[in-house]
């Protein structure tokens, strides 16, 4: 976000950021409640969370100033394409080994409920794969 200078391109994005972070804190503020961690902890995580967009956004706004960024050259292209591959495929690692297999056979509730939980966590998380799919394919 930081790198682009396009009205039309930083809107989107700030809604995007917007709803991604106020659902990711939820669910970041559920797990850190459940681990029991000290308070100087649960500060330091929740201070990380909310600095590590702005951050970002900083940095970029430093790249962009002192490289004279051209989002249409070929090296921009690549580095977006490169960089983006690299953080969706860290996205997609963390998703299916650390959430989802956590989720699904190391859960006590997902081994004594029976088959028809599993059942339909795995219908709603296909569920909410195609849709974010799909939402991707539109925006």
């Known amino acids: 976000m930081g790198m682009s200078q396009n009205q ?9 950021l917007a709803f991604h972070q106020i659902f990711e804190g939820m669910g970041l503020g559920g797990c850190i409640a459940q681990a029991g961690f ?3 902890t649960t500060s330091y995580m929740c201070f990380m969370f909310s600095v590590t967009t702005p ?15 051209d989002d249409s050259s070929a090296h921009a292209l690549i580095m977006e394409g490169l960089l983006g591959s690299l953080s969706s495929g860290i996205l997609i690692y963390m998703a299916l080994v ?13 081994d004594s409920s029976g088959p028809w939980l599993k059942k339909a966590s795995l ?11 799909i939402l991707a394919l539109w925006a």
Do not use: E, Q, W
Not at 56 to 69: P, Q, R
């Open 38 to 40: 000290n308070f100087g």
């Open 8 to 16: 039309c391109t930083i809107r989107p994005l700030v809604a995007a």
């Open 55 to 69: 951050m970002g956004i900083i940095l970029g706004m430093i790249v962009f100033s002192l490289t004279g960024y």
């Open 98 to 110: 650390d959430l989802i297999a956590v989720d699904f056979f190391h859960n006590k509730l997902m």
């Open 123 to 133: 219908v709603a998380l296909t569920l909410g794969s195609t849709s974010m799919s």
